[in-house]
């Protein structure tokens, strides 16, 4: 009785944490390119380009890097089921930039799922703590 309950347990906590589907390519290049504004990285110059990136395992993160003629400069990696967006590639960053709120809370209503505190989300990023960044400083 005891191992049928603990089976049922960790088959209801497994499901209950698998990531949300994928942000649509579309989305992930919007979000990319609004964050990539913020921070002041310019997007028109033909030497910066967008790419999403194909993981071999998933995070739960969806990610996309900004390119310098060819060369990773930044990464969005986006938590699928809370909409927030650290770049764990380049320096433990989390972005806050008040433009990106609606999108977060789009995400965060469709999968339920609460904020997590600064140290949750620099743990599930691989982080000892994250930095925020919400000003223009690519110059």
């Given at each position: 009785?005891?191992?049928?309950?603990?089976?049922?347990?960790?088959?209801?906590?497994?499901?209950?944490?698998?990531?949300?589907?994928?942000?649509?390519?579309?989305?992930?290049?919007?979000?990319?390119?609004?964050?990539?504004?913020?921070?002041?990285?310019?997007?028109?110059?033909?030497?910066?380009?967008?790419?999403?990136m194909k993981p071999d395992t998933d995070?739960?993160?969806?990610?996309?890097?900004?390119?310098?003629?060819?060369?990773?400069?930044?990464?969005?990696?986006?938590?699928?089921?809370?909409?927030?967006?650290?770049?764990?590639?380049?320096?433990?960053?989390?972005?806050?930039?008040?433009?990106?709120?609606?999108?977060?809370?789009?995400?965060?209503?469709?999968?339920?799922?609460?904020?997590?505190?600064?140290?949750?989300?620099?743990?599930?990023?691989?982080?000892?703590?994250?930095?925020?960044?919400?000003?223009?400083?690519?110059?």
């Amino acid at each position: 009785m005891l191992l049928a309950s603990t089976l049922a347990l960790l088959a209801l906590t497994t499901t209950a944490a698998k990531p949300r589907p994928h942000i649509p390519a579309q989305q992930l290049t919007d979000i990319a390119t609004i964050l990539a504004h913020d921070e002041g990285w310019p997007l028109g110059n033909p030497d910066y380009t967008l790419d999403p990136m194909k993981p071999d395992t998933d995070d739960g993160f969806d990610s996309i890097g900004v390119y310098k003629k060819a060369h990773l400069v930044r990464m969005y990696s986006i938590d699928r089921t809370t909409g927030e967006i650290v770049d764990f590639m380049r320096g433990c960053q989390v972005f806050r930039y008040d433009n990106i709120k609606a999108f977060q809370s789009k995400i965060k209503e469709s999968s339920h799922a609460a904020t997590p505190t600064d140290k949750q989300l620099a743990n599930k990023a691989g982080c000892p703590n994250l930095t925020v960044v919400n000003t223009h400083w690519v110059h």
